[in-house]
C-alpha cells in the first residue's frame, strides 16, 4: 500500500501508526504541503477534498483517515473493537475526535507553530485553546476510568485519538496538566510498531 | 425510538430527518439546552461526552450524529448506499462534514447568533468564515459535477451535511452564492418526509 503524508500531519500518522501496529506493509509518498502540493491540481484530481492522508491500494483510492482506519481494521481483522457494539464505540469516538480533539488541535498547532508569526491572530489562538482544554477535559474524564478508549484492548479510536498528541511543537495542551492522558500516551507507545511521528515519516516544514 | 435534541440544533435535525425519511416512529425527548442540560451529571451520565444528538433504541443508547445515521440506515436498509465502497464514501463525507463543514459552520452560527453580544469575537468569527467558505467551496465543486453526495442516490451523507444548511440564521454562508448547494438542498427539501429544522423540533433558545 502507498501512504501520501508528511512528517507534520497528524491524521497521516494515525494511519502510519495503524499500518506500523498492524504489520502491513507499505511505502510512503511524501507530500510537499508547505509547498502548496496539495492545493495543486495533481492532488486535486486524487483527492478533492486537498487533504491527506491519502491510501492507495490496488485500484482502492481512500481519504480521510478514519475511514481508512477502518478499512485498515476490517481488512486485518485487527485494532477494530471486538463486537458490533464495540465497533459503533470505535466510530463514535473517531467522530468526536474529529470534531472537537483534532480538528482543534490541528488548528491550534498550525496557527502557533506552522503559520507565519505575523498572521497568527491571538483571539483564535485564545478561542482554540479554550476549545481545546474542553475536549481533552472529556478525554482525560473516559481515560481516568478507563486503560483504552473502547473495550480492554487498543483500537483505531486509540490511534486516532493520540494523533496529534506525541507532537513537541506547543499545542495548548501540556501532556503533564492531563495525567490520565499522559499514562495512555505511554500505553500506546509500547504497542509493537509504535515510533514517534518525525521518525515515522520525515518532515514537510522548511528547515525543520 | 428516542432522540434527545432541540431545534437549533443541526446535528440533531440530521437524525430528526433521518428518521422522518426512512419512516420510522421516534418521540422527541426536548433538552432544554441553553439552560444548561446538556453540562448537567444527568445528561453527562446518559452521554459523558455532553452533547446532543443522543438516540435511544430499547437498551441501545447512541450519541455522534454520524454513528446513529450510520446504525439507521443498517437497521433500516436504506440511504446506506448501494456497496461496501459507496458505504466507504458515505463514511468519509461524513466525517469530512464533521471536521470541515459541521465542525465550522455550527461554531460560526453560535457565536454569530446565540452567545451574548459581548462575548462575540469578531477576529474568531473572521476566521471561523474563512474555513466554511472554504469547506463550502469543495462542497459546491462535488455537487456541481454529482446530483447527490455519494452514488446517484441520496444517502445519510446528505443528511448529514446539509444538517446546518437550511437554517435561517446568519452562518456566514449565503444560499445564493453557492448554486450548486442551492440546488441540492431544494433537492433534498423533495424528499417525503423532509421539513423545516424548527417545523421538526421546538426551539430552546429563550425568546425564540
Request: no cysteine; aromatic share 12%; charged share 20%.
Amino acid at each position: 500500500m502507498e501512504l501520501y503524508g508528511f512528517g507534520e500531519s497528524g491524521n497521516a500518522y494515525k494511519v502510519a501508526l495503524a499500518l506500523r501496529a498492524m504489520d502491513v506493509d507499505w511505502t510512503l509518498r511524501p507530500v510537499d504541503f508547505f509547498a502548496g502540493e496539495t492545493r495543486g491540481p495533481d492532488f486535486r484530481a486524487l483527492n478533492p477534498m486537498g487533504e491527506v492522508p491519502v491510501l492507495v491500494d490496488g485500484t482502492t483510492v481512500l481519504t480521510q483517515s478514519a475511514v481508512i482506519l477502518d478499512y485498515l481494521s476490517s481488512k486485518t481483522g485487527r485494532f477494530g473493537g471486538q463486537s458490533a457494539a464495540e465497533r459503533r464505540e470505535v466510530l463514535r469516538w473517531m467522530f468526536w475526535d474529529n470534531h472537537k480533539l483534532t480538528g482543534i488541535v490541528s488548528q491550534l498547532r498550525f496557527m502557533q507553530n506552522f503559520l507565519a508569526p505575523d498572521k497568527r491572530v491571538p483571539e483564535v489562538i485564545a478561542y482554540l485553546r479554550g476549545r481545546a482544554r474542553t475536549g481533552a477535559m472529556i478525554l482525560e474524564d473516559h481515560l481516568s476510568a478507563h486503560g483504552w478508549v473502547v473495550g480492554t484492548a487498543p483500537t483505531i479510536a486509540d490511534f486516532s485519538l493520540a494523533g496529534y498528541l506525541y507532537f513537541p511543537e506547543e499545542k495548548g495542551l501540556e501532556r503533564a496538566d492531563w495525567p490520565a492522558i499522559d499514562a495512555w500516551l505511554e500505553r500506546i507507545a509500547q504497542i509493537p510498531g509504535w515510533a514517534h511521528p518525525y521518525d515515522v515519516m520525515p518532515r514537510a516544514f522548511p528547515g525543520a
